[in-house]
């Protein structure tokens, strides 16, 4: 949610948010990603920050994938395996979200050979963002990452992480990304899985 600076501190976010709030009331778990500013107006409604998340961007990425570990472009059948590996990472169903990524965005959906591993990717008006990256292990995690940056360098592109994820953050930097800004993952209701 973006509220325009001029329209802001005025309660349009907390109404918007209450308004989605109403509308998934039989919902366990509202899980959400804000930025500092932004988590005071969530935390105003009950949520409650889980983890800190760095988002990351860079003109030109050159990561270098790890040897041995190849990568091909998502078919229909592995999405919906990768719609399920996401649910049971993530702790729920994002699958309207992930089967409209892979209708409008395809082209930038990767699998591991291996299976051990996927990423989704869609456009933004500033960035292609490769997004929803599920791995059992870092060199997977790496491999993938690096394959998506090479699809398209028309965009700078960006990949969101938790800060938890510090190898991980290495490995994006040593291929040109930079932080750009903090959030914090957001929770309301039950606990889901880390």
């Known amino acids: ?14 109404q918007m948010v209450e308004h989605v709030l109403d509308l998934t009331h039989d919902y366990k778990t509202k899980r959400l990603h804000a930025t500092p500013d932004g988590s005071k107006v969530y935390a ?7 983890r800190h998340i760095s988002f990351f961007a860079c003109e030109e990425p050159h ?3 790890p040897a041995g570990i190849t990568v091909h472009p998502m078919t229909a059948a592995e999405q919906q395996l990768a719609v399920k590996r996401d649910a ?6 994002r699958h309207n979200l992930l089967n409209f990524n892979y209708a409008e965005f395809g082209q930038f959906a990767l699998c591991a050979d291996s299976g051990k591993g996927h990423i989704w990717g869609r456009r933004w008006k500033k960035y292609r963002q490769m997004a929803a990256l599920v791995s059992e292990d870092l060199p997977t995690a790496m491999a993938l990452a690096a394959a998506a940056a090479e699809l398209d360098k028309s965009q700078p592109q960006s990949i969101i992480t938790y800060d938890s994820q510090k190898e991980f953050q290495e490995y994006l930097q040593s291929g040109g990304f930079k932080p750009v800004r903090e959030m914090l993952d957001m929770i309301l209701g039950e606990d889901v899985p880390e």
Not at 1 to 14: L, P, S
Not at 44 to 50: N, T, V
């Open 88 to 93: 049971e990472c993530f702790g729920f169903s």
């Open 44 to 50: 105003k409604l009950g949520f409650e920050p889980r």
């Open 63 to 65: 990561l270098i994938a």
């Open 1 to 14: 949610m973006i509220v325009k600076e001029e329209f802001r501190r005025r309660g349009f976010a907390t």
